[in-house]
């Protein structure tokens, strides 16, 4: 028997074979290319992110190096401060070393009867606190050394301060000595901190306790001008 298909081309069916329309090829085709696209991606992906994992493992290895590296500079800097400081001193006591001799030789002159001393301190300048920048670790120790080293020259004239403690056996050789030490080239504005009652060797006696400002550096008075004033106070 012969078998006619009447049917169209395009609705013919062919026996055991899968045919394909091209819109659904090229749409299979498509995503095809876009899932291979989605991997390289994912792959490239995780590579970046495998290499950024790295960079971030090296920075913090080289963070705690550098934290390292800045306690070493602190102590550094903190030891250079000492240093300075006591450079600073030494060569203090040694440009004011004759200065010092005739500052004391000046005040025991004014030292009255029944009036001793016990303690001359020289009050060091206050040094003040500095806020470290966390920022900038390296400029703020330039800063903290530029500080220190400006604090540690040489006063003003005036600068300084000295307490002087004593006893005396009365008010008046007390008032006595303090008119004496506002006579002095080297000792200005004196004050008088406190005077109280007190016991030695069963004497009623007087401890107080001045604070001056002391003048001795360039512009000390002369020989001349310290004798004529040590003439006069022993004048009547």
Known sequence: MIEINLLPKDLRKGKGVFTLKKNTAYLLGGGGIILVLLIFISILQGVRLQSLNRKIAEGQRRKEELKESIRLVDALGELKIKILQRLSAIEALDRDRSTWVDIMED???????????????????????????????????????????????????????????????????????MINLMRSSYFKNI??????????????????????????????????????????????
């Open 107 to 177: 005040l025991s002159s004014r030292v009255p009867d029944y009036l001793w001393l016990s303690a001359f301190k020289e009050i060091p300048p206050v040094v003040p606190a500095v806020v470290p920048n966390v920022q900038n670790p390296e400029a703020e120790m330039a800063d903290t050394l530029k500080k220190a080293q400006a604090q540690i020259q040489p006063p003003p004239v005036l600068g300084r301060k000295v307490t002087i403690v004593g006893y005396a056996f009365s008010l008046n050789s007390l008032a006595t000595f």
């Open 191 to 236: 004050e008088l901190n406190y005077v109280k009652s007190t016991e030695l060797e069963k004497q009623k006696a007087f401890s107080f306790q001045l604070t001056s400002d002391l003048f001795y550096t360039s512009q000390l008075p002369s020989k001349k001008e310290l004798a004529t004033t040590q003439t006069e106070i022993s004048s009547p």
